[in-house]
């Protein structure tokens, strides 16, 4: 797989915060092939060990986060409107005209 259709894979997953699985599985898949260990923990953090051959080689950690912001619906819309809030850290000023994907259908909203 190229960097750009990881990139593009990965931008296309639902991962709002609390609910990453999509992306933990790109992630897993992705990973395995250069590290010597993977783990999930209880948290579901994704943790890869790669072993330097060598001596006193320095220690790197890459950190990455997994969850995107996104919404949860708090209103059915009787009216034919749905009201969200949001889940994590967004700016609602950025969120007139712009498109959604609704559920794990991506569904365009």
Excluded: Q
Excluded at 80 to 92: E, N, T, W
């Amino acid at each position: 797989m190229t960097d750009l259709n990881l990139l593009e894979k990965l931008c296309n997953a639902c991962a709002v915060s609390g609910d990453e699985g999509e992306v933990r599985r790109i992630v897993l898949e992705e990973i395995r092939p250069y590290a010597d260990e993977v783990t999930v923990d209880a948290m579901g953090n994704v943790l890869a060990v790669r072993r330097g051959k060598g001596e006193n080689l320095p220690r790197v950690m890459v950190a990455a986060h997994m969850d995107e912001v996104g919404f949860m619906l708090i209103d059915g819309g009787k009216d034919g409107l749905f009201r969200f809030g949001l889940v994590g850290g967004i700016d609602p000023r950025y969120l007139p005209g712009k498109s959604v994907w609704v559920g794990r259908k991506h569904t365009p909203g």
